[in-house]
């Protein structure tokens, strides 16, 4: 089992056929880490393009090990690095720059023959679609990130706090006049 990718019989799809995409729990041959992914699986390698050995251990004590090959469909999503880029994005502006006069004329076709109400929706579309299609193991990371993001109660209440604290350049956050507190100009009471 040396090198070799490994799973539970118990993660394997219960489907009649030996091939088949799924969501699967693997473990790592060189790091030991274990981790999801969408892979192809099947027992025998000319099967899949790509094939990766795979053993899949059974039995109560897991001591029964059987061949199979998998295939990974998805690149493996850096879950840390997504998570650094979206804490990143909260402080920097969202507006995306083509820099392209091709794509600035195909997206304005778009929104001017009605297929988009403005150019912003048809990249975001577009590029929701495209992902969807070609990577969804990232679309998927990243909404687990945003709805954790979302619904942390101490990240609401210190984003409240700052909010209710937070000045303008014009007028300071916070004002001490010396009648407030007594104190004249040299500091003493």
């Known amino acids: 089992m040396a090198n070799q990718y490994i799973t539970a019989d118990e993660h394997l799809p219960e489907t009649g056929t030996d091939e088949t995409v799924t969501h699967l729990q693997i473990r790592d041959p060189e790091t030991k880490e274990i981790f999801e992914a969408r892979v192809h699986v099947a027992r025998e ?11 899949v251990v059974r039995g109560p004590h897991e001591n029964t090990t059987e061949q199979w090959y998998v295939e990974f469909v ?24 083509t820099r392209s006069d091709d794509l600035t004329v195909l997206l304005r076709y778009l929104v001017e023959t009605g ?39 101490l990240r609401e209440a210190l984003a409240d706090a700052n909010h209710s604290n937070a000045g303008t350049d014009d007028e300071p956050a ?7 507190t007594e104190t ?3 500091g003493a009471r």
Request: proline share 5%.
């Open 45 to 55: 390698s000319d099967r899949l393009d790509d094939p990766e050995p795979l053993s």
């Open 74 to 97: 998805d690149e493996a999503v850096e879950t840390e690095r997504l998570e650094r880029l979206a804490d990143e994005q909260r402080e920097r502006s969202n507006v995306v720059n």
């Open 174 to 180: 916070v004002v001490v006049t010396e009648q407030e």
């Open 115 to 153: 297929r988009y109400e403005s150019t912003s929706a048809a990249v975001r579309a577009i590029l929701f679609e495209h992902l969807a299609d070609r990577d969804p193991a990232v679309l998927e990371a990243y909404d687990e990130i945003r709805t954790a993001y979302d619904a942390d109660p």
């Open 184 to 186: 004249d100009r040299s």
